[in-house]
């Protein structure tokens, strides 16, 4: 039968380091109970993590997963009754987050005996957003796992975690991917040249971010980021209200990706203030309409909107009135890069 490479580890792009260490602990059968995956968001740790899973279920003497055997078709196809993963569930208007009553249920998975006797793995996936009493129904199971039963919790938050979850954990550590591997993977997905190379620079190291934004009109929106603070300064009052109200009507996760995209530019503004030329900006394609905003903008503004930015982005993860956070953004920010209108 066909071996699926999804599963191997040569799969994910980048991260040779941690991937020996992995392999290495695997071929020693070392391997720890819990691992804690920590890095920037989408840059590998969950395909990785999964491909870990398959290996401990597979049972392949040379600790890679074979990819054709009855336990790695079944984990591909997300039946594996060995394998358990817990993501955030979105409950009424609340953000997203990981709840008791999930850990208790995978905790007493964990307890139970594995068919194929090469025992369980738990994935946590997004563990930053388990809330504190899930986080405290976990711990005992770290502390005193029944059975043979390996933990992966993956996160991009690892200080969201409490110190106890943190310290019971092994961690492996993962670094942001090289626009080099960006431009590449985005190009084996037929993306122009062009394209590719000004996505590569905004994704900050993220091959997900890299994706979403290339298929999902990023760079479009990244633009209209762009827009917003070019109109700022002249931005009347009367229209503060209307778009504030547009924009309140959109999705918490595209209000917190357009955060995402002022932010950048701002910082990249910075950075043109310090070094005219600098080749360390997420907005390599836009420089000259970034430049042209310095004559508008001081040092101290920018800084100013940065803070107020990250505020309103943090907000969101509350269950606030989208318009009220948009207005009062809005109002401060206009105030604080001095509008003349």
């Not at 490479?5 to 991937?19: D, N, P, T």
């Not at 850990?103 to 369980?120: K, L, Q």
Request: net charge neutral.
């Amino acid at each position: 039968m066909e071996s699926d490479v999804s599963l191997r580890f040569e799969a994910v792009l980048g991260h040779a380091e941690q991937k020996a260490e992995l392999q290495m602990m695997l071929g020693e059968k070392r391997l720890p109970h819990a691992l804690l995956f920590t890095g920037p968001e989408g840059v590998g740790k969950r395909r990785l993590a999964y491909v870990l899973a398959a290996a401990l279920l597979c049972g392949a003497e040379d600790g890679r997963p074979c990819g054709a055997c009855s336990s790695c078709r079944a984990l591909h196809a997300g039946t594996n009754p060995d394998f358990c993963e817990a993501r955030p569930e979105q409950a009424g208007k609340s953000a997203a987050q990981i709840r008791i009553d999930q850990i208790r249920a995978i905790c007493a998975e964990a307890s139970r005996f594995s068919d194929a006797g090469r025992g369980r793995v738990i994935l946590i996936d997004d563990a930053d957003r388990m809330n504190e009493a899930a986080q405290n129904s976990l711990l005992k199971t770290l502390e005193e796992p029944a059975g043979q039963v390996t933990f992966i919790l993956v996160t991009s938050v690892r200080n969201a975690l409490l110190d106890t979850i943190r310290s019971r954990c092994i961690p492996i550590s993962f670094g942001a991917l090289s626009e080099t591997i960006l431009r590449e993977a985005l190009a084996a997905r037929n993306i122009p040249a062009a394209e590719a190379e000004a996505v590569a620079a905004l994704a900050d190291g993220s091959l997900g971010r890299a994706i979403r934004l290339a298929e999902g009109g990023g760079l479009a929106k990244r633009d209209a980021a762009l827009s917003f603070l070019e109109e700022l300064p002249v931005l009347a009052m009367e229209r503060i209200f209307p778009l504030a109200e547009a924009m309140g009507k959109g999705e918490r996760d595209a209000l917190s990706a357009w955060f995402s995209y002022v932010m950048m530019a701002l910082r990249d503004m910075l950075v043109l203030y310090e070094d005219g030329g600098s080749p360390l900006l997420y907005n390599k394609d836009v420089r000259e309409r970034l430049a042209a905003l310095l004559s508008i903008y001081s040092k101290a503004s920018l800084f100013d909107l940065l803070a107020l930015a990250c505020e309103a982005q943090k907000r969101l993860q509350a269950n606030v009135s989208l318009r009220l956070l948009m207005e009062g953004f809005l109002i401060r920010a206009r105030d604080r890069c001095g509008a003349s209108i």
